[in-house]
């Protein structure tokens, strides 16, 4: 008898050419999987095929680009009757909510990578709260309720009691779980990265773009700039250590908005701030090689695929969250959560890059090795084995 591939719907609100984390380990995982001979894989997400630059084979659904946020809002339609053997669920936008609902209706196997702290973000962002206090009202009333749901648990609790499986990308997060009161299975898979290629731009030419001297040197940050990534805690950093350094820059790579733009104004700092904003990948590794040192002050990362990159790019790397630390004690260094003390630590840990040292990142976990794993967990949630 012919053994027929398993069908695998990936549900997610956000995909490459976005920088974020999920979009791009969603795309480093799925193009992984796509190797595999016994799966099948289709993504559903909210894009226009103009912006398209995913790899991945994808059924695009309805969405609009939201004003002040830098994502398109997708909307999953509940006719929508899908025919896979598995569900795998990476955002709790729309999209990736419908493709609950769709695995609830179908008794199809459902699996939730739990990408997002939410009890960190929804201090944040009024939409998370919004949503999840429409979704608690709206289930007490009987209204779409999750399988299983009990009104003694939270919105978070009944949304995981109806998941099969939930896969943490780290430690940190099966922890969280925990203290949410997960009552699902729950495996730690580290998520895998896009391989960043070799620079498409030299040292030199990121100096002179960015108008600095030879020796100055660069702090660098990589991803969104928000008030969930502990942003004012970096620019206030900065302001102590250009104090002391007045020939350091810090270059902030990634989106951001006018609440960080004015709290550069009023550091003072805005001469030695540089702003490239959200760079293709070839950049990035130039920048991630013209490097001093990366710091990553957000205590709120599930997965932190910027500390992979750094480390692989072989940047001094210093970190505020002891999760992040923890683990890793010779590739990364720890720093208190305070502008004076986290500016010391990153004056002491600058390098001097070498233009002469070959491009040849290693990545841990490898995409491979992650799309096997995840292939075993879905066979055997789809009772293939």
């Known amino acids: 008898m012919t053994h027929r591939p398993i069908r695998l719907g990936l549900y997610s609100d956000t995909l490459v050419p976005r920088a974020d984390g999920v979009a791009v380990s969603l795309e480093a995982a799925g193009t992984a999987l796509l190797e595999l001979d016994d799966l099948e894989l ?3 997400a909210p894009y226009k095929s103009k912006n398209n630059t995913s790899a991945l084979p994808i059924r695009s659904v309805p969405g609009v680009d939201l004003w002040g946020r830098d994502y398109r809002l997708g909307t999953c339609l509940p006719g929508h009757k ?3 053997d598995v569900i795998h669920v990476h955002t709790l936008g729309p999209v990736g909510v419908g493709g609950l609902y769709a695995a609830w209706r179908r008794k199809i196997p459902l699996v939730l990578t739990w990408h997002t702290d939410i009890e960190a973000y929804q201090r944040h962002y009024a939409e998370i709260r919004l949503a999840i206090w429409t979704a608690g009202r709206a289930w007490r009333l009987g209204v779409g309720a999750p399988r299983g749901y009990q009104s003694k648990c939270t919105e ?11 896969i943490a990308p780290t430690a940190k997060v099966e922890h969280s779980l925990n203290e949410l009161g997960c009552e699902a299975p729950t495996a730690v898979l ?3 990265t896009l391989p960043l290629p070799a620079p498409s731009v030299s040292t030199d030419e990121i100096r002179q773009a960015l108008r600095l001297g030879a020796s100055d040197p660069i702090v660098l940050s990589v991803g969104r700039l928000s008030g969930e990534k502990n942003d004012e805690l970096l620019l206030r950093m900065f302001a102590e250590l250009v104090a002391e350094r007045p020939d350091a820059c810090l270059v902030l790579v990634g989106g951001y908005g006018g609440r960080v733009t004015q709290l550069i104004e009023d550091l003072g700092i805005a001469e030695r701030v540089r702003m490239p904003g959200v760079l293709p990948r070839s950049e990035l590794a130039g920048y991630y090689a013209a490097a001093s040192a990366v710091v990553i002050c957000s205590v709120t990362e599930t997965q932190s695929l910027v500390a992979h990159e750094a480390e692989a790019a072989g940047c001094p790397l210093i970190v505020v969250d002891p999760w992040l630390y923890r683990g890793h ?4 260094t720890f720093a208190p959560a305070e502008p004076r003390g986290l500016a010391g630590v990153v004056a002491r840990s600058f390098r001097t890059p070498d233009p002469a040292r070959p491009w040849a990142p290693r990545y841990r976990p490898e995409p491979r090795e992650h799309a096997e794993k995840l292939l075993a967990l879905y066979e055997q949630l789809a009772g293939r084995v």
Do not use: I, K, M
């Not at 978070?156 to 939930?166: F, M």
């Not at 004690?329 to 990364?332: F, H, K, L, V, Y």
């Open 42 to 44: 289709e993504v559903v």
């Open 82 to 84: 899908p025919d896979y």
């Open 156 to 166: 978070v609790q009944n949304l995981l009691r109806a998941v099969d499986l939930v």
């Open 190 to 192: 580290p998520s895998p």
């Open 329 to 332: 004690e010779a590739t990364r």
